[in-house]
């Protein structure tokens, strides 16, 4: 949840400032409050509620994990821009905007590729190898690239959505992101169109105060949608580690309760491993008539058979 937006303090930074009566977009029409020595005053009130609409938005943005670009080509936004977006740790635009930056983005990552195969050559060696025209060239290409797509680099994917000041300037950028369905948040001046525009900002988008209030309120957004997410992650990679920590206990105390756990003995274990005799009448009448069939002699008998087989043999030898 974005902090709340003090109006005073909207007031101090001259966010309320808008273009010439003679300039004006008849759509802004809602936005502004009155009229004076020529110029609209745009209403604060909304403008306060719009950018804690746009701040909760950007939020669940950056907590869900995706990019926001911030684009800002004008003068006095550039600085501003680059220094939020970093601390924000987003990608910005605050030189020309590359045509076709989001509907031939494949392309633009080509030309961001360049930039590490240049770096890769100076650490291997092989940049040594070339000759003086030929790294001349190799630096002014490299400083071109850090120039134009240098914050851009650690983009791989399309964005999320875009933040823009100054649509009317930033046309190129709002046709292509229109193009792909990107959410649009934007700083609208009174001499903008807001129907282009997904998360109308009214403010004043000329005044560098006016822009650096509106844009860190933006930054201080997605900051804290970065933290959100961070204290989500936490809890479960500890879910995951005490989930872990039970399977192996368990795991030990079973093998403990199997060591503990008395031996059978041999006797027993054959006992119950012996056939059980059957009940079966039939069978019970075979094995009946096999041990009648089966006599067993008596200890007397035998040695009786013994002494005589004894006396037999001795009257053979007289």
Do not use: C
Request: charged fraction near 35%; aromatic fraction near 4%.
């Amino acid at each position: 949840m974005a902090n709340k937006v003090d109006v005073k303090e909207l007031l101090d930074a001259g966010v309320h400032f808008g273009h010439l009566t003679r300039r004006w977009n008849p759509n802004m029409a809602p936005y502004i409050y009155m009229e004076r020595n020529g110029i609209h005053i745009i209403n604060l009130y909304k403008s306060a509620a719009k950018m804690q609409e746009a701040g909760d938005a950007l939020a669940k943005i950056a907590a869900s994990g995706r990019k926001v670009l911030f684009v800002a080509t004008k003068k006095q936004a550039k600085e501003i821009v680059a220094e939020q977006a970093e601390k924000a740790n987003m990608p910005y635009i605050t030189e020309r905007w590359p045509g076709g930056m989001l509907t031939n983005f494949v392309t633009i990552r080509k030309a961001v590729k360049k930039m590490a195969t240049i770096d890769r050559m100076k650490k291997d060696g092989t940049y040594n190898t070339l000759s003086k025209k030929e790294r001349l060239q190799v630096d002014r290409l490299r400083a071109k690239l850090e120039k134009n797509l240098g914050s851009i680099n650690d983009m791989s994917r399309l964005p999320a959505a875009l933040f823009v000041v100054d649509i009317t300037r930033e046309h190129i950028a709002i046709k292509e992101a229109q193009k792909l369905n990107i959410p649009i948040f934007a700083m609208v001046d009174t001499n903008s169109d807001p129907r282009e525009v997904e998360y109308v900002i009214p403010s004043n988008d000329d005044a560098s105060k006016s822009i650096s209030k509106v844009v860190s309120y933006m930054a201080d957004a997605i900051v804290e949608g970065l933290s959100e997410r961070k204290t989500e992650k936490s809890p479960k990679k500890k879910d995951e580690k005490d989930a872990k920590a039970e399977k192996t206990s368990k795991a030990e105390k079973f093998s403990d309760s199997e060591e503990k756990k008395p031996k059978k003995k041999k006797s027993e274990a054959s006992s119950k491993d012996a056939e059980v005799p059957s009940k079966d009448a039939e069978d019970k009448k075979a094995i009946k008539e096999a041990k009648q069939e089966v006599k067993l002699e008596s200890k007397s008998e035998t040695l009786d058979k013994v002494q005589t087989k004894k006396k037999a043999s001795k009257d053979e030898e007289e």
